[in-house]
């Protein structure tokens, strides 16, 4: 069965797309804990990300660096930060999290409410950012 990211990826469910490329997809995380939190997948479908072939793995973060560059560019974080948890959806991901001041909380379930419009603007942002850059 698919999972949320694949129907995502496949255009079945909405979200806030942010960059793609043939092997990866990017997008905004519906439950932030921070304003641009971002996430990347792979369009494989993989449960676990270190079961990724190295090749791929290698490549995902060659991907969530750019990503990451349009996130910094167009948003300003002090730097964006990384977190590898894997639990919540069978699809190897990764968090991409914007850090704006050195006391904040980076860690998932600390989530904060942004308005749908306000993720639009912000999607927008990173993506034209990105598009610049790729």
């Known amino acids: ?61 060659v991907f969530a660096k750019s990503v990451v560059r349009a996130i910094d560019g167009s948003l300003r974080p002090i730097r964006t930060g990384v977190i590898v948890e ?16 050195e006391t904040q909380k980076v860690a998932l379930g600390n989530n904060i409410e942004v308005p749908e419009a306000e993720m639009e603007e912000l999607a927008a942002k990173i993506r034209k950012h990105w598009e610049k850059g790729a």
């Not at 909405?14 to 369009?43: M, Q, T, W, Y």
């Not at 069978?90 to 704006?100: D, G, K, N, R």
């Open 1 to 61: 069965m698919a999972t949320i990211f694949s129907k995502i990826i496949n255009g079945e469910i909405p979200c806030h797309k942010l960059a793609e490329n043939d092997r990866f997809f990017s997008f905004l995380d519906i439950r932030p804990i921070s304003k641009g939190h971002a996430l990347v997948v792979p369009k494989e479908e993989t449960d676990y990300l270190f079961d990724l072939p190295d090749e791929l793995l290698g490549e995902m973060m």
């Open 86 to 101: 894997g639990l919540e959806v069978p699809h190897a991901h990764i968090h991409l999290v914007p850090i704006y001041k």
